[in-house]
C-alpha cells in the first residue's frame, strides 16, 4: 500500500523549533522527488521545501528560507522538515507528498506531486 504518514506538529511558542518527519512505504522512496507543503485556513496549499532524490539538491520557499531545512534518510524511507525560529505565520496543516518528475520548475507546482499525506497540525503561538 502506497502510503505517506506526517508526524511531529504540535502546538509550540513562536521562536521554538519543530522537526516534522513523512514515512514511506509502498514504493521505491529513493526515486522519487520530496516535498512538503503547508495550508492555513481560507488559503491556497503551497510549497515549503522540495528535496532531489539522493538529497543533493533542495529548494526553499523564500518565507521559510534560512529557518526551514529538508533533509531525507533514504535508508529509513523518511524525509524530514526542520523548523526554526517559527512565527504565528507558520501554522498551518503541513503535508508531505511525493513526485515522480525532477524538473525543478515542475515540482514548485502542486500537480507535480501524484503522493500525498494525511497531514499534520503545526500551531504557533505568539
Known amino acids: 500500500q502506497v502510503q505517506l504518514v506526517e508526524s511531529g506538529g504540535r502546538l509550540v511558542q513562536a521562536g521554538g523549533s519543530l522537526r516534522l518527519s513523512c514515512a514511506a512505504s509502498?514504493?521505491?522512496?529513493?526515486?522519487?522527488?520530496m516535498g512538503w507543503f503547508r495550508q492555513a485556513p481560507g488559503k491556497e496549499r503551497e510549497v515549503v521545501a522540495v528535496i532531489s532524490l539522493l538529497g543533493g539538491r533542495t529548494h526553499e520557499s523564500d518565507s521559510v528560507k534560512g529557518r526551514f531545512t529538508i533533509s531525507r534518510d533514504n535508508a529509513k524511507n523518511t524525509v524530514y522538515l526542520q523548523m526554526n525560529d517559527l512565527k504565528p505565520e507558520d501554522t498551518a496543516h503541513y503535508y508531505c507528498a511525493a513526485s515522480p518528475l525532477t524538473d525543478w520548475r515542475a515540482l514548485l507546482t502542486l500537480d507535480a506531486y501524484n503522493i500525498w499525506g494525511q497531514g499534520t497540525q503545526v500551531t504557533v503561538s505568539s
Open positions: 509502498g514504493f521505491t522512496f529513493s526515486s522519487w522527488t
